[in-house]
């Protein structure tokens, strides 16, 4: 499967076309994409959305530190080194959920609950016990799903009790890599030991689905390196994997400055690496989940998948089909049919404005009758592989699907547009072939695979 310099033979049914794969495109976490956000989106916006918001809604709590911070890290995310920093922080985010909740109309209902970042553990245990209970006290739950991002560096053992009490029933580790050397390369040190009591600690603590992210195309891996990974995620029972590519982008996330980019891998390396992971995980029984989430027959983000009910929003692919998720805290994302808003990425600035009684909305986008039809076509080939697509945005797209076409990658009749399973590397490139805000956009997204 692999030659010991690490490059890439076959692995899968997958075949390799560079020339399809040479355009980053991107991970459509949203329809329109952050990418068209803008400043026509402000606080009134955000507040007529959540004053109309009815039945299931979710909620996403963004704490944007980290105990450490990793070089490779794309998040807007800052050091939690500094107690008056953390402590403001949270003041502000108290009174937000005061002031959200209020808009909320008595009708809707909360029922699922994510906390991400950052690192929502980068907080001290009892503030976060003061932040669920704010919650609790403000929104009207109804015996919502809780779910948590965790930073294993900094994950003590005071958290399992924290965890079980709140009733956290998915909890994701963020892993990346195992091998030791590739963990110096990146800025994360975290031996397999302080995982695997991270683990122990979870399951102790009541978690039934628990995820492990990891990544490939990271500086100086090999296909080894990633078999390595992938088999030690299934020793510790890894309910989800979430097998990402590595982005580089330096020019935009400086931070990356500290990676070796000339120790990267190639395209035709990282595709191989993809090809693996997919053979690996489902040779160990795993589902895939769209094309880079894999979870056992038995987790609901499987069986959402098998049933073709699987979603994508911000936190990736998901099980959830609330249509209005309400982000909270500084860069936090919303949600909602006919609107997407972007809180301040400023953490002074988020507090500055929640101190004078303002929804802290800086950006977003109106979605428009087409984006919402376009938007659903994308949703629908990256979560089930296919979409009913009508003639008119067909022949829109055609100049732009012809090379893929010519590489026989999708299938298109009756009105039905195929991906096959053979052609999951191609699946956001295909994709982007109905996004008409690619055709002139110059920004930068991740690779392709």
Known sequence: MTRTDGRAMQVCMWNYHAELLSSPVPRYTSYPTAAEFGDEVGQVDFSDAVSTATGDVSLYVNIPFCDQICWYCGCNTAAANRATRLTSYLDALHKEIMLVAEMLPAGARVRRIAFGGGSPNAINPVDFIRLMDQLTLKFPLDSPTVAIELDPRSLTQEWEGVLGAIGVSHASLGVQTFAPSLQRAIGRIQPVAMIDRAVELLRKAGVGSLNLDLMYGLPGQNLDDVSSSLDMAQRLGADRVAFFGYAHVP???????????????????????????????????????????????????????????????????????????????????????????????????YRMLLSQGKAPVARGKVRTVEDRRRGAIIEELLCQGRARVDHAIMEGAQDRLEPFARAGLFEFAGGMFVIPESSLPYARSIAACFDPYRQDSARRFSSAV
């Open 251 to 349: 020019h935009l996330i400086p931070r990356q400055r500290q990676i070796d980019g000339s120790n990267l891998p190639d395209q035709l390396l990282r595709f191989n690496m993809a090809a693996l992971g997919y053979h690996n995980m489902v040779h160990a029984g795993y589902v895939p989940v769209g094309f880079d989430h894999f979870a056992l027959p038995g987790d609901s983000l499987a069986r959402a998948a098998t049933a073709g009910e699987l979603h994508r929003n911000f936190q990736g692919f998901t099980d959830d089909s609330a249509t209005t998720l309400i982000g909270l805290g500084a860069s936090a994302i919303s949600s909602f049919p006919n609107l997407l808003a972007q809180h301040e990425k400023n953490a002074g600035r």
